[in-house]
């Protein structure tokens, strides 16, 4: 970052800084504001961050930043409306896809796979073992589908769920179903084929139908990387000293377990409805958000997951949301389901955003 530029985000930090500190009419507003206040000013001169942060209190906005660029060939500069990759998040808008349907007495959390996900799929004695619940929760032996075959094929093929297909054809169980715990993206994609089968609609239609457009969350979408969307940042990580994009690096297209994308301003109304009950109601928030299982791992290390969703709590409060990463993508959304806080940072960026989100979800808790 060059001293002229430096400056330039200084002065804009500053400016949206003393401006949302007005609004931080708490203890714990204003150690949310100074938690991501010191992260981007320690960040940002070290070009470490790029992307947005908002930090709200249900309806009330406390702090919004954009740093850094969307795209450096063109040194288009982020603003608070850039569209990022949110990586795993979009795993949200399925168990509340699946949560829906489950409230309209379409499916049932017990029900084997198989009654929804025919052989040209999997075998029936691997579907038939199976069941939603494992999926949701990551207990179903399956594991990822990016593979050697997916590493061998051409990304732009890969923009419907049924191209995912050759992927996940003769995979295997690595274990039996509900015994362990697998994060599993190929679990998520089937989901995506249960909503389809039962909706009649694209997985992407339908999330868009029934979660996008209630909330008018219209920077919300799985685009299609070869063609042009306004106000969208290209991801980018480093090799040898140099920053590359990520283009060749993942599908074209996005969908039921991650690689959509959205807008911070988008993920607040997001918490915001799931906070008012605009998607589901209460009763399926407290079976969607009860912990099911204990993932592992450099991002959910001794968090809880629910159905779609991470779940951290104690005795006082509960925190709900998901973290996303991917070469180039960083993300992370939490909401305090007790006081209404809610946390989104995105980011064109490896695992920053997701590093300032879960400190920032450690203040919601630390604050009991």
């Not at 959304?333 to 064109?348: A, P, Q, R």
């Amino acid at each position: 970052m060059t001293y002229k530029n430096l400056n330039l985000y200084l002065l804009f930090f500053i400016i949206i800084t003393n401006c949302c500190a007005q609004k931080a009419n708490n203890k714990l507003d204003k150690k949310l504001i100074s938690t991501a206040s010191n992260f981007i000013n320690t960040l940002g001169e070290n070009n470490e961050f790029s992307g947005t942060i908002l930090i709200a209190k249900k309806d009330s906005i406390l702090f919004e930043l954009a740093s850094g660029e969307a795209s450096k060939r063109y040194r288009v500069k982020n603003n608070i409306n850039t569209k990022f990759n949110l990586g795993s998040n979009n795993k949200m808008f399925t168990g509340i896809a699946i949560m829906q349907l489950y409230e309209r007495n379409l499916l049932d959390l017990d029900d084997k796979i198989s009654r929804y996900i025919d052989s040209s799929w999997l075998p029936k004695s691997i579907t038939d073992k199976v069941s939603i619940h494992h999926l949701l929760s990551h207990t179903s032996g399956f594991g990822d589908f990016f593979n050697s075959t997916y590493e061998k094929s051409a990304k732009e093929y890969f923009r419907n769920i049924e191209d995912f297909k050759p992927l996940i054809k003769g995979d295997t169980l690595a274990f039996e179903p509900g015994s362990q715990v697998l994060y599993s993206n190929m679990g998520m994609l089937l989901l995506g084929v249960i909503i389809e089968n039962l909706t009649g609609k694209s997985y992407f239609d339908y999330v868009s139908d029934n979660i996008y457009d209630p909330l008018k969350m219209d920077n919300t979408a799985c685009y299609e990387m070869d063609k042009p969307i306004e106000n969208l940042a290209i991801g980018y990580y480093k090799s040898d000293g140099q920053w590359r994009n990520n283009l060749f690096k993942h599908v074209i297209k996005g969908g039921p377990s991650g690689g959509g994308f959205s807008t911070v301003r988008d993920l607040h109304k997001f918490g915001q409805g799931i906070l008012d009950n605009k998607l589901i109601s209460d009763s399926s928030k407290e079976i969607l958000f009860k912990i099911q299982t204990k993932l592992d791992g450099p991002a959910y290390k001794n968090y809880g997951y629910g159905y779609g969703f991470v779940v951290i709590e104690d005795k006082q409060n509960k925190v709900i949301g998901h973290l996303g990463g991917f070469t180039g993508i960083s993300s992370g959304f939490f909401t305090s389901l007790n006081d209404g806080y809610i946390i989104c940072v995105l980011s064109n960026y490896d695992a920053v955003a997701t590093q300032i989100a879960v400190e920032l979800s450690k203040v919601l808790l630390d604050n009991n």
